[in-house]
């Protein structure tokens, strides 16, 4: 199954462009029959005026259930501060079938498949580069984008065709890419919220500032 937003094939279902993540996937899926365990698609308003980047699925969240940052710890915090600003219809996603609405925002991630330990190599984050470039050409010419660490940061720079020296990735920090705004976030995970880097408010912060770019460029 592929997905098109005005033309660009910013999804494929049946995606098998990297051996590693395939066989690593048909191997969860033998393990865990009732798991999704297929590259997981963007979710969200198609006419979104932000667009959220993560960097994987995770094992037991959006590779379980087919829905970005749904059944994992980060999903908490991201899904709640959605509600909070108004982008979500609920505080928290359960599963691909909710009832859960994203207004004005959409969810995507640099690599659609989930990698092993987490952790996508170069040539997979380019393989899969081409569906989030797809994605940014379908946003208004004055979206936002928020970038949920650094490989999410780079992903987003290099859709853009734009050396990653050219804009370091820093918390708060903001990039200006033609009309574009692209923000950047430490990544909402359990390890950067256990440890403080990453705070309630600084993560409510951030997207409040998407939310007020959002809102200005209306």
Not at 79 to 103: C, H, I, K, M
């Amino acid at each position: 199954m592929c997905a098109k937003n005005n033309g660009r094939t910013v999804f494929d279902l049946d995606c098998r462009h990297c051996p590693r993540l395939s066989n690593f996937l048909q191997q969860v899926a033998a393990d865990h029959p009732d798991y999704h365990a297929r590259p997981v698609p963007a979710f969200g308003d198609p006419e979104a005026r932000l667009l959220i980047v993560g960097l994987a699925p995770g094992m037991h969240g959006a590779n379980r259930t087919g829905r970005p940052f749904t059944g994992d710890f980060a999903g908490i915090l991201l899904y709640q501060t959605l509600f909070e600003l108004g982008f979500g219809s609920r505080p928290v996603s359960e599963s691909a079938d909710d009832d859960l609405q994203l207004t004005g925002c959409r969810i995507s991630n640099a690599v659609k498949c989930l990698p092993p330990q987490n952790k996508p190599v170069t040539e997979e984050i380019r393989n899969c580069n081409r569906f989030l470039k797809a994605e940014l050409e379908a946003l208004p010419a004055t979206a936002t984008i928020l970038a949920l660490g650094k490989i999410a940061h780079d992903a987003v720079l290099r859709a853009f065709s734009l050396p990653l020296s050219h804009h370091r990735f820093a918390h708060a920090a903001e990039h200006h890419i033609g009309q574009r705004v692209l923000i950047d976030s430490y990544h909402c995970s359990r390890y950067n919220t256990q440890t403080r880097r990453l705070t309630e408010d600084m993560f409510r912060t951030v997207v409040a500032r998407a939310r007020e770019l959002t809102d200005s460029a209306a």
